[in-house]
């Protein structure tokens, strides 16, 4: 059974600060993608990284899939208000296009 | 550019009960999955079709069956509803083959309780 551990679960800091997201698994990844989601509403597509290291980045937000492709992670450069949320990282399982969700990370960045 | 849509947005059913719930997928797109999400949890795959046929399941029971149809839209049906079936159901679109095959859109999902 493929399992993605998400960390941390909880995060809660003040704007201006940087964080991290990581997600871990023990499986092997032909991609990873890295959803936002709000209350009531689907998951939105951030970015999908599919070669091992590669790093994409998205104004204030670094991705990387690790050399592996069992793991990546998520780093937020001077975190606003807006960015909260929870952040999902998905995995696609290799040949085929089921995805593996973490946990979800549940983002608040208070003023 | 039409984005995945999912019907009816909020439903309660009592136990035992049958639902149906819709999805039409993003314009293109030839292939639907399925998810439910707990609360507080990440979603978990419930089945995947393309061209009319379930591809590939994940550990779901019996009590849940889809539908896909000509047009791509696709139906998820779950018999004898339990409890523990009260979730977000959400419905995802994607390409089979391709560059971007392994992308997933997701629609708003359909937040289904049973009583």
């Known amino acids: 059974t493929q399992l993605l551990e998400q960390s941390p679960q909880f995060l809660s800091i003040q704007e201006g600060e940087n964080l991290t997201v990581y997600c871990n698994s023990s499986?092997?990844?032909?991609?990873l993608q890295w959803y936002r989601q709000e209350p009531g509403e689907g998951p939105v597509l951030l970015v999908t990284?599919?070669?091992?290291?590669e790093v994409k980045k998205l104004k204030r937000l670094t991705f990387q899939f690790g050399d592996a492709r069992k793991d990546s992670s998520l780093h937020i450069t001077a975190a606003q208000p807006g960015d909260t949320g929870l952040y999902l990282c998905?995995?696609?399982?290799?040949?085929?296009?089921?995805?593996?969700f973490g946990q979800g990370t549940r983002l608040t960045i208070n003023p | 550019d039409a984005g995945v849509t999912q019907s009816p947005t909020h439903l309660i059913k009592t136990r035992g009960q049958q639902v149906t719930l819709r999805c039409s997928p993003k314009s293109g797109h030839d292939t639907v999955s399925w998810y439910q999400q707990a609360l507080g949890q990440g979603p978990q795959f419930i089945f995947q079709?393309?061209?009319?046929?379930?591809?590939q399941r994940g550990n779901f029971p019996d009590r849940f069956s889809g539908h896909q149809f000509p047009n791509y839209s696709s139906e998820l049906n779950v018999n004898a509803l339990w409890l523990g079936d009260s979730a977000l159901y959400l419905c995802a679109s994607s390409f089979l083959t391709g560059p971007r095959s392994y992308e997933q859109y997701f629609g708003p999902g359909t937040r289904l309780t049973v009583t």
């Open positions: 998905a995995g696609a399982i290799m040949g085929a296009q089921k995805l593996v």
């Open positions: 499986s092997v990844f032909s991609s």
């Open positions: 990284v599919v070669t091992g290291g």
């Open positions: 079709y393309y061209e009319e046929e379930e591809r």
